[in-house]
């Protein structure tokens, strides 16, 4: 085992524990459980709010995956990476002051109580989208502790069971104790271990490179196409690099896991802090994290598993204390994204499926047993799950971001901006959205040579508009609930 | 729905959301212009700006430091502080 690596791991750990104690301290006095144990009371600052947007974005397939990709592509996989740039400012001022305003209007908690409030109460809007947010993410969890559980496993050489253990552990106790305040927090902690950790891993890596023209040499002389915009022979195409805006540019508006943190911000001076901040690190993160994939390839040629690039070409530049100190930001990013969606999970289970249709009467006291109950019984489920992760599992793992997307950009959006829109047409969306994706991914993926989120979300689009101009005698008198609220002002 | 007075914090929402499309698409233009214009040509034939490909540093390096500019100057400038509660309207 290596110590030097194991030690700053550990001590990580241990912060990241402490945060979460110190955040239960809220949820124990808080008079409103739900909304401090699932939004943490709407109280978040800028930097908070931008640090838990990126890490909850950043998530193992952008932090491990992202650089082995690189390595292998070039600077090809380097601009698409830069698409994500977008997602610092577009998905706050798109969502931005109406959702927080209509959020509050609405109490909603969750992105379903939002939808709820703005489709009438309509049952099946509710009860799809509840059942989207739990198969879908539940399988996104899942795969993320297999992910979190070996890259434990490749740096400290504990088993997988061993490794998978630590990391359900740590997770689980932080976010059953401490609710939305401690994942804020401690996503906080992880995205600033995320943007120290890639620039010092940059900077060594240019270094020991022995410059970036030197590399550039390197590069030019094993394949000129590494450093052109098409990949190593020549295959991403432009289309298909571009239709990458869609996915995890602009698409991201639609992730439940998103769009919640736009509902938990203070005020509005620490939405514009959050705008600046998240624009600026999530850009540099990704720009950093992708150039150490390429330019590790004439240091360390000939790595066949991309996975284990980030941690090969890290304990190779650095000294070993400081290498462990950067890989605590692929865990820190494994264990960000995680918490968050345990959480979510979980308030699809608590908030919008059991408050709104089994017990809508429960006291608080319950509310908060439950909420902790569930959030732990997911977790253990998880653990389970990702001993052996069922084929299912990972089946639907593949669909858990394009699909919830489709599902959700346009019942969120156009509900947010369009008043004509109603529940026939949020619930056409989501439909189409989600069977479409799956259909496209199985029998047409990668369409016009782009990528297989870009139909979906085009189809969702023209069935929620449609629907809802269909629709529109039919939904007159339901539909003047959310006009109702605009003028009632 | 004609003639009815809207919320005055709704109007200042819509023109901000409409200037997150604006920004999204000079973005896209900026990155997508300097990749595939500079960058289409054969690899012999790169210029190379602090060691990076042009096409690379014009597209991604300085296209991201522009947009980190834009959104400060945009956000600290034009973004009108409201307040989400309901009865406290617009203080600006």
Same mark, same amino acid.
């Given at each position: ?49 931008a640090?838990?947007?990126i890490?909850? %974005?950043g ?11 690189? %390595? ?8 698409l990476?830069?698409?994500?740039v977008a997602?610092? %400012? ?5 969502l931005?002051?109406?959702?927080? =305003? ?10 379903i ?5 703005r489709?009438?109460? &309509?049952k099946?809007?509710?009860?799809? &989208? ?19 559980a ?146 590790a ?15 090969? =070409? ?32 979980? &308030? ?18 319950k ?6 109950t ?19 599992l ?15 950009i ?26 479409s ?38 939904n ?5 609930n ?8 | 729905?004609?003639?009815e ?19 999204? @698409?000079?973005?896209?233009i ?5 990749a595939?214009?500079?960058?289409g040509?054969?690899p ?20 991201? @430091? @522009? ?6 100057? @945009? ?11 309901e ?6």
């Amino acid at each position: 085992m290596n110590w030097a690596v194991i030690i700053p791991l550990f001590v990580f750990l241990v912060v990241i524990f402490g945060i979460g104690f110190w955040a239960s301290k809220f949820v124990r006095s808080s008079d409103s459980f739900l909304s401090e144990y699932f939004l943490g009371g709407r109280e978040l600052g800028g930097f908070i709010l931008a640090m838990t947007m990126i890490a909850t %974005y950043g998530s193992a397939s952008s932090f491990i995956g992202g650089p082995g990709v690189a %390595y292998t592509q070039g600077f090809g996989w380097v601009l698409l990476s830069m698409s994500q740039v977008a997602t610092g %400012y577009f998905v706050l001022m798109i969502l931005g002051k109406k959702f927080a =305003i209509m959020a509050r209007r609405y109490n909603a908690v969750t992105l379903i109580d939002f939808l709820k409030g703005r489709y009438n109460n &309509s049952k099946w809007v509710v009860l799809i &989208s509840a059942l989207s947010i739990i198969i879908f993410l539940f399988s996104a969890m899942a795969a993320q502790w297999v992910g979190g559980a070996r890259l434990i496993e490749s740096l400290t050489g504990i088993s997988y069971l061993g490794a998978l253990f630590i990391f359900a552990v740590s997770v689980l106790i932080y976010v059953i104790i401490g609710g939305f305040r401690a994942v804020a927090l401690t996503d906080t902690v992880q995205g600033v271990v995320m943007f120290l950790g890639t620039l010092i891993l940059l900077i060594a890596v240019i270094i020991a490179g022995g410059g970036i023209t030197n590399i550039m040499d390197g590069l030019r002389a094993e394949n000129p196409n590494l450093i052109t915009p098409y990949g190593f022979d020549g295959n991403l195409s432009a289309a298909y690099v571009s239709s990458f805006w869609v996915l995890v540019g602009v698409g991201v508006v639609g992730l439940p896991q998103v769009t919640v943190r736009a509902m938990s911000y203070k005020n509005s001076q620490a939405m514009h802090r959050a705008l600046i901040i998240g624009t600026i690190v999530v850009g540099f993160i990704m720009l950093n994290m992708h150039l150490i994939g390429v330019f590790a390839r004439p240091i360390l040629p000939g790595i066949e598993v991309g996975d284990k690039v980030m941690p090969l =070409i890290a304990l190779e530049v650095l000294p070993a204390w400081v290498a462990g100190i950067v890989l605590a930001a692929p865990m820190a990013a494994i264990m960000s994204t995680v918490d968050s969606l345990l959480l979510l999970v979980s &308030s699809s289970v608590v908030k919008d499926v059991y408050l709104n249709y089994i017990e809508p009467k429960a006291s608080n006291q319950k509310v908060k047993k439950l909420s902790i109950t569930v959030t732990a019984i997911l977790g253990i489920l998880v653990f389970l799950m990702a001993l052996d992760p069922p084929n299912l599992l990972i089946w639907l793992n593949l669909f858990a971001f394009g699909g919830l997307e489709a599902a959700f950009i346009w019942p969120v959006v156009l509900g947010l901006y369009w008043n004509r829109g109603n529940k026939h047409g949020a619930l056409a969306s989501m439909l189409i959205g989600i069977l479409s994706y799956i259909l496209f991914h199985n029998f047409y993926p990668s369409a016009f040579g782009m990528h297989t989120v870009v139909l979906p979300i085009v189809l969702s689009f023209f069935a929620f508009i449609a629907v809802s101009l269909l629709t529109k005698d039919a939904n007159e008198a339901e539909g003047s609930n959310f006009e109702n609220l605009e003028r009632s002002i | 729905m004609k003639g009815e007075k809207i919320d005055p914090r709704f109007k200042i929402a819509h023109r901000e959301a409409l200037i997150g499309v604006g920004l999204v @698409i000079f973005n896209f233009i900026w990155w997508f212009g300097f990749a595939y214009g500079l960058g289409g040509q054969s690899p012999d034939s790169y210029t190379y700006v602090f060691g990076l490909p042009a096409w690379f540093f014009y597209s991604c390096v300085l296209g991201f @430091i @522009i947009m980190a500019v834009l959104v400060t100057v @945009i956000v600290k400038f034009w973004f009108v502080d409201v307040s989400f509660d309901e009865e406290g309207g617009d203080h600006s």
